[in-house]
């Protein structure tokens, strides 16, 4: 199948990412199947949703009314109602053994020819891929957060993928008006091996008083341009994460350079989990 003639996508995980997922496919025209464990978490996902499509409607950004676009996202507690899908996307926890059990049943509930990506940050593709009997048909397809608002999917090839479905995955992020780039499957892909060393250095340096919180974060907003301090975008991110994958990172790329500062680790220990729960770095109201 071409990137062009794709009409459904279903998603696995309906929380952050998965929710976002879900609404930029549906405003792009697609029908969407999002499966979630539980029917509380799906009803959050669509709370989520509409309000988000509220917000861009009265800014006129929309193509399309936004309960038409909320219309074509069903919502399902069963991966195997993904069977009809031209493309799945799993957006489920950070967790190896979820996601395994995950593609697993993607790989039996999909048509054979249906590509099975993850949004995952950090696990390998290479494996995921291992525990189905479509390797050439998985890849990466990494979303950044918000979902609606940011334009880059890091593309990710595992060490079987094929070029064709690497030029499909690129071809749907960019009929979902994302710019793919690829990346090869090492633990972090581009973004996080960039990304997370610079929050990470910015909790040290908190924790050594180099300099507060606030003035850290203006450091790099208004002396090296970048939109977000490392610190505000550790709470957007949540720190839990930001922990989890430079976990990952110290582990699997045996480098002590991505060792987590102990004052992250102490905040995820103290339950401040950032922007999600109200606290992280910043107080959230
Ligand atoms: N939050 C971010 O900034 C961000 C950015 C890029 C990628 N990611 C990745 O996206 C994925 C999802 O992250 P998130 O922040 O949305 O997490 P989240 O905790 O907000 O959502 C995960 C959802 O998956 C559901 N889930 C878990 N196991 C499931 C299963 N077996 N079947 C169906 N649903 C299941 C949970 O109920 C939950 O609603 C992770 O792999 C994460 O690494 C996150």
Redesign the pocket.
């Known amino acids: 199948m071409k990137a062009d003639e794709v009409k459904s996508v279903g998603i ?7 929710s976002g997922i879900a609404q930029t496919c549906a405003t792009a025209g697609l029908q969407v199947v999002l ?4 029917l509380e ?1 799906l009803t959050k ?1 669509q709370g989520a949703i509409n309000a988000s499509l509220a917000k861009l409607q009265a800014k006129q950004q929309l193509p399309a009314d936004s309960a038409t676009i909320a219309g074509r996202i069903r919502t399902s507690t069963n ?1 195997e109602d993904l069977r009809g899908v031209d493309l799945a996307i799993e ?4 967790d190896p053994a ?2 395994e ?2 593609f697993r049943k993607l790989d039996q509930a999909c048509k054979a020819d249906t590509v099975l990506t ?6 390998s593709i290479t494996r995921l891929a291992a525990a189905t009997k479509r390797s050439e048909r998985v890849a990466g397809m ?4 918000p979902v609606p608002l940011m334009p880059l999917v890091e593309v990710v090839r595992g060490l079987q993928t094929s070029d064709e479905t690497i030029g499909f995955v690129k071809g749907v992020a960019e009929r979902l008006g994302k710019t793919p780039i690829e990346s090869r499957d090492v633990p972090g892909f581009i973004s996080n091996r960039v990304l997370m060393p610079l929050i990470n250095e910015a909790f040290f340096a908190l924790e050594e008083r180099v300099g507060t919180a606030e003035d850290i974060d203006t450091v790099m907003r208004l002396g090296m341009n970048h939109p977000m301090g490392p610190l505000a975008l550790a709470d ?3 720190l839990d ?1 930001c922990l989890a ?1 430079l976990q990952v990172l110290q582990r699997d790329l045996g480098e002590d350079k991505y060792r987590p500062a102990p004052l992250l680790r102490s905040y995820v220990a103290a339950g401040w989990l950032g922007r999600k729960n109200g606290r992280g770095v910043y107080s959230y109201d």
């Open positions: 696995v995980g309906g929380g952050t990412m998965g499966v979630d464990l539980a978490q996902a991966v957006a489920a926890f950070e979820v996601k059990d995950l993850s949004n995952t940050s950090s696990i990494h979303f950044m957060n957007l991110i949540g994460v994958v």
